[in-house]
């Protein structure tokens, strides 16, 4: 064989690589689009979609969206992780500190988007809180909790309080607004304005509690004294 022919495999190598590669990314995409799929099945259906039904609105059988997951479990698994990506997505950037806002407007902007979210989709929601372990309301709870305490930290930081007691009560603020939410999808014994209002004002009086207990005045509708931090401290 020449040494010609022997180094032909070598240089051929790459193409099995590359139609992998695009195997991969085409299997990711394929996944991908079945858990929006399903998302949007729960969304219509209900906590218990079934896995025909999550077929459907993939357009597939039951038998090919299956060759794309492990088993049942990792289906709903796969689809918790992707509506809880999603109202963390929406909700976050609302916590977004700046010089102008004030905070009524951060929190009537978090709290509006959180309960939107759950008045527009409560079956996602009863979803995410039947798991069994979890996990997945349990990772927005926590994410949210830790921009919440990023938040106080940095203001406590400014008015030179030591920070490292906020995390209980930040996380306390979130299974505050998460508790009445499912309360209020149980029940609806109020508009949604209302409702969101009330909370709105529940989680102002436990900042500004926290707050006040350090010596620290913030008003509901001035500014936030964030404009007096270093691009260091307020990132």
């Known amino acids: 064989m020449s040494s010609s022919a022997a180094a032909r495999p070598g240089r051929d190598e790459p193409a099995p690589d590359g139609r992998r590669l695009r195997w991969t990314e085409h299997r990711a995409q394929r996944r991908a689009a079945f858990v929006a799929a399903g998302a949007a099945a729960v969304d219509t259906h209900g906590p218990n979609a079934s896995a025909e039904q999550i077929a459907e609105a993939a357009g597939v059988s039951r038998t090919v ?5 492990r088993d ?11 509506v809880a990506q999603a109202v963390l997505d929406s909700v976050l950037p609302k916590l977004a500190l700046s010089p102008e806002r004030t905070p009524r407007e951060i929190i009537d902007a978090a709290i509006g988007t959180i309960v939107g ?26 994410t949210l909790a830790d921009n919440i305490a990023a938040l106080l930290k ?82």
Request: charged share 25%; hydrophobic share 40%; aromatic share 12%.
């Open 117 to 142: 979210w759950l008045d527009e989709h409560p079956n996602l929601y009863f979803f995410l809180r039947s798991r069994n372990d979890g996990s997945s309301l349990d990772s927005v709870e926590t």
């Open 65 to 69: 969206l299956y060759r794309y997951f």
């Open 72 to 82: 049942r479990e990792d289906l709903r698994q796969a689809i918790a992780e992707h």
């Open 154 to 235: 940095m203001l406590l930081m400014f008015f030179g309080v030591d920070g490292d007691e906020v995390e209980p009560g930040a996380f306390g603020i979130v299974g505050f607004v998460e508790a009445c939410g499912g309360w209020w999808l149980q029940h609806r014994s109020m508009p949604r304005e209302r409702f969101t209002a009330i909370v709105c004002t529940g989680v102002w009086h436990m900042l500004e509690g926290t707050a006040r207990d350090r010596g620290i005045r913030i008003a509901y509708d001035e500014p936030l004294p964030v404009g007096a931090l270093t691009p260091q401290e307020s990132s």
